[in-house]
């Protein structure tokens, strides 16, 4: 191992410029995370494919900009560097960031994030006045360096990105590592994925139509943001106070609140949260933003209301009294965005100014009504009025009224039973994709002729319940799922024993494996009206280990000595 430092410039509370200097530790034995491989890296977790044609790997910008489309299944072979990942983390927020993780460690998905800061070979330090950006990409560009010439030149490495200088400068610098933009990208490997070139077409135009309008527009509708360091210098100044904004869905246009966070609210004695009344307060934040609020003067704090109105007009008319004043603030700046995918639908015909199959710019209406309407250029409105659609912003700026974003797919029609579904699943950001492959090969085999039985060797290191207790479930009848049971037996004083068990899943899904992974990923199952999607395959959760009548099963049980709870009646 070897001992390096990293000198960061950060700016103090009086904003000036302070030398940071951190310890860096860098490692020869860094995993490269490829079933290619041949210089002995460990090979533990996913791994990449060894049969395809070449290792692709996304820029920062790229990462950021076209996460959506480096989703998709088809591209395999993708290395996400550390240097990319950690970008998308600090520029685009949590939610992004948790995005990029879940493909990672899906299994469905053939990518890996290569730690590439780590790596001793693959390390470039930062050089003197060099910016942030083009340390990002000449960095990257070194790791894929180093990759191509890990595998010895077996596998040429493509690196993508939207930099014209760096694609210039480094198209042509290493045999075997090619540096080309992401629409040639698409263009020249993946000229039949249709559904990709739409989403890249939707992202580009809605970045020309943003561009343009910033430079016809010179009026600000809102006003700029305080810049991140001086927020967090005012933050722990007392000045600004931090917090997430809260939407009030019955009054998305006129209220909202900011539930404070951190000790700043404390110096200010605040108990309650903090009014944003009106849009222009709210200054382009969205629910569920981390905002730096600035309390207005006691004089300027409102009341609430309880009357239902669309916006401030509507409620001035509506001549319902108001509370005693609140704490009233206004949104000085955005410490983190988190933003999502969201569901909307279409104006109608009487609302789309120009018909034709001409591009538009649409102002499409979010089925959640805490979240603002939002502007995206298409060519398929009406095609597509009766339909809900998933759209992502990309931008809002300080000249526009609305948000910028794109068109991503269509869900399904509105009133059907599956496009409903799959906007509820949408809104509250449940994946359910089904079980891939790799995971699917992890389960024990099940079939009619050959059911699964308990091995002996098990029995001897399980307490077996079978003849000496009485065992039920308290899941209702036809539940498949009966994943916990009871057991009881009277003792020899008299007494009753009551236990407590639960399938053990542990048998079956080792740790860190692909099932592993994913039902972390899941968390829970999800129940619906009328369906439900597991958290484990359903060979485990509605057969192996699910306690079913009559049907040996293993559990991990709470009495004793054995993790099992007891308690005498």
Request: hydrophobic share 35%; aromatic share 8%.
């Amino acid at each position: 191992m070897e001992r390096t430092e990293k000198v960061l410039q950060l700016r103090g509370l009086q904003g000036r410029s302070v030398r940071v200097v951190r310890e860096h530790y860098l490692r020869p034995d860094v995993p490269c995370g490829s079933a290619l491989c041949r210089a002995a890296c460990p090979r533990d977790g996913k791994l990449l494919s060894d049969d395809v044609t070449h290792y692709v790997v996304p820029d920062w910008k790229v990462v950021q900009d076209y996460l959506e489309i480096l989703e998709f299944p088809e591209l395999k072979g993708l290395v996400f560097m550390q240097t990319a990942c950690q970008a998308l983390q600090h520029q685009r927020g949590r939610r992004q960031y948790n995005k990029l993780r879940n493909l990672l460690r899906d299994a469905r998905h053939d990518c890996i994030m290569f730690f590439n800061e780590f790596q001793m070979l693959s390390y470039l330090p930062r050089e003197r006045g060099e910016s942030l950006e083009k340390w990002q990409t000449r960095s990257i560009y070194n790791a894929s360096v180093w990759y191509y010439n890990h595998f010895l030149g077996q596998m040429p490495i493509v690196m993508v990105t939207d930099d014209e200088e760096s694609i210039q400068q480094l198209g042509s610098e290493t045999e075997g590592v090619f540096v080309i933009s992401f629409k040639d990208y698409l263009d020249n490997f993946w000229p039949d994925l249709k559904a990709a070139h739409e989403l890249l077409d939707s992202i580009l135009q809605s970045r020309r139509e943003r561009e343009s309008e910033s430079q016809e527009h010179s009026g600000k509708e809102y006003p700029e943001h305080v810049p991140l360091e001086s927020l967090e210098a005012g933050i722990k100044s007392g000045r600004y106070i931090q917090g997430v904004l809260n939407v009030n869905k019955h009054r998305a246009q006129v209220e909202a609140f900011v539930r404070l966070q951190g000790a700043s609210h404390k110096e200010k004695d605040l108990r309650t949260d903090v009014l944003i009344y009106g849009t222009k307060a709210r200054n382009r934040a969205i629910h569920g933003d981390v905002v730096a609020v600035e309390l207005l003067p006691q004089s300027e704090w409102k009341g609430r209301t309880s009357a239902l109105c669309e916006n401030e007009a509507e409620e001035k008319a509506s001549g319902e009294a108001y509370s005693e004043p609140v704490p009233t603030g206004r949104v000085v700046g955005i410490i983190q965005k988190n933003w999502r995918d969201y569901v909307v639908t279409f104006p109608s015909k009487e609302e789309i100014q120009s018909p034709g199959k001409t591009t538009q710019k649409i102002l499409v209406m979010p089925w959640d009504y805490r979240i603002p309407k939002i502007r995206i250029s298409t060519q398929q409105a009406e095609a597509l009025q009766d339909f809900r659609v998933i759209v992502r912003i990309d931008s809002w700026e300080s000249t526009s009224v609305y948000p910028n974003g794109h068109f991503v797919r269509v869900l399904g029609r509105i009133g059907d039973l599956e496009g409903e579904i799959q906007t509820i699943l949408v809104e509250n950001s449940i994946s359910v994709s089904p079980f891939s492959e790799a995971q699917m090969c992890e389960m024990p085999v099940v079939l009619p002729e050959e059911p699964w039985k308990v091995s002996p060797e098990e029995e001897l290191k399980r307490v077996d319940l079978r003849e000496t207790h009485l065992v039920f479930s308290i899941d209702p009848k036809g539940c498949e799922d009966v994943d916990d049971a009871l057991s009881i037996r009277t003792l020899p004083n008299g007494n009753l024993e009551l236990g407590v068990h639960i399938a053990d899943v542990t048998h079956f899904v080792a740790a860190n494996s692909y099932t592993d992974l994913e039902a972390r990923a899941r968390a829970t199952t999800y129940y619906l009206a009328d369906r439900r999607y597991d958290m484990l395959p359903a060979v485990l959760s509605a057969n192996l280990c699910s306690l079913l009548g009559l049907v040996d099963r293993e559990d991990q049980e709470m009495v004793p000595q054995h993790f099992v709870y007891s308690w005498c009646i």
